[in-house]
């Protein structure tokens, strides 16, 4: 194993241990894979062709080794914008059902008043639920208050 470091040789050598291991586990992937994380790439891409030139070739280090290669291309898939108006819908389907108003009527309503189908203030308001479930703060937990005649 010429050219490998001390920390590359041990991480190798505990990885000869079973059969398990071997089928599982590659130490020399895991190595590489290290050096990726810490972004030594160009070292990492050294140490991956010294190995080839020796000819190893477990699945998981040709696997990494395409990796290297042809990295996998980002998504480009188009993200959905957030329904329109969808913090006005919000603010005031909550309004409208704290005045009393049924679910369905503040629907119909909502539709009127901001000239939306009934599935885009569905939309809208699912979306506003899901952005104040993640911003609004955990309303803290209150302790009941202490009676002073039923202290002892």
């Known amino acids: ?24 586990f ?22 991956a062709g010294a190995w080839l030139r020796e000819a190893y070739a477990s ?8 990796e290297l290669l042809d990295p996998a291309k980002p998504d480009r898939s ?3 914008p957030p329904p329109a108006q969808w913090l006005d819908i919000g603010e005031a389907f909550d309004a409208l059902r ?13 539709c ?3 000239h939306r189908s ?9 979306f506003y639920r ?3 479930h993640t911003h609004d703060p955990v309303p803290a937990r209150r302790e009941p208050p202490v009676d002073a005649t039923a202290r002892k």
């Open 1 to 24: 194993m010429a050219g490998t470091t001390r920390e590359a040789r041990s991480v190798i050598d505990a990885g000869r241990g079973s059969a398990v291991t071997k089928a599982r």
């Open 26 to 47: 590659c130490p020399r992937t895991a190595y590489l894979r290290r050096l990726i994380a810490q972004g030594r790439i160009v070292a990492a891409k050294q140490q």
């Open 59 to 66: 699945p998981q280090f040709l696997t990494l080794i395409a």
């Open 78 to 80: 188009r993200r959905r």
């Open 98 to 110: 704290d005045d009393g108003f049924t679910h369905d009527q503040t629907i119909l309503v909502l």
């Open 112 to 114: 009127d008043r901001f």
């Open 118 to 126: 009934a599935s885009l203030i569905e939309k809208a308001l699912t």
């Open 130 to 132: 899901g952005a104040r």
